[in-house]
């Protein structure tokens, strides 16, 4: 059975993600993002990115850039295939905040925020596992490694 194939207008419409990926601030906050944003409680963000500063505003651009990204996904205007053989910086994102997602949730009463990053990442999990069976838990490892490298400078 052939594979469904991306429709021209989710191909448009993940071409267009992607320019708006290569705009210079976005690019400059993730960069910061890959390089600094390792956390583990709500106060390490206020070390890295306090508020008001440029760091915090790199932190929120990257944030909300991929929870709309993956509201797109969620709602159906994203091909999976397409989007996850193309993308998985998406997962990184969710790796690195899902420490303090919980803690984000119950301070501003908000049992959904940033849902649609977290569905996004455990429908990767489910598309790499049926591709590549413990490429997961290989990732998580290499992400995990990255943490430790981080906070041992």
């Known amino acids: 059975m052939p594979k469904e194939k991306p429709t021209p207008a989710q191909v448009d419409l993940q071409l267009r993600l992607?320019?708006?990926r290569r705009e210079a601030k976005l690019?400059?906050?993730?960069?910061?993002?890959?390089?600094?944003?390792?956390?583990?409680?709500?106060?390490?963000?206020?070390?890295?990115?306090p508020p008001n500063s440029e760091e915090n505003a790199y932190f929120r651009m990257v944030v909300t850039y991929w929870e709309m990204v993956?509201?797109?996904f969620d709602y159906g205007l994203l091909h999976?295939?397409?989007?996850?053989?193309?993308?998985g910086e998406q997962?990184?994102?969710?790796?690195?905040?899902?420490?303090?997602?919980a803690g984000w949730r119950q301070q501003?009463?908000?049992?959904?925020?940033?849902?649609?990053?977290?569905?996004?990442a455990r429908r990767y999990e489910?598309?790499?596992?049926?591709r590549a069976p413990g490429s997961v838990e290989k990732m998580r490892q290499m992400l995990a490694?990255?943490?430790?490298?981080?906070?041992?400078?």
């Open 18 to 20: 992607y320019e708006l």
């Open 27 to 49: 690019r400059k906050a993730r960069d910061w993002f890959a390089q600094n944003f390792f956390v583990e409680k709500l106060e390490d963000i206020e070390r890295l990115a």
């Open 70 to 72: 993956c509201a797109l």
């Open 80 to 87: 999976e295939d397409f989007f996850f053989e193309t993308t």
């Open 91 to 101: 997962y990184m994102v969710w790796v690195r905040i899902q420490p303090v997602v």
């Open 108 to 120: 501003f009463g908000d049992p959904r925020m940033l849902h649609h990053l977290e569905e996004a």
């Open 126 to 130: 489910e598309w790499r596992e049926r």
């Open 145 to 153: 490694a990255m943490a430790q490298g981080r906070q041992a400078r």
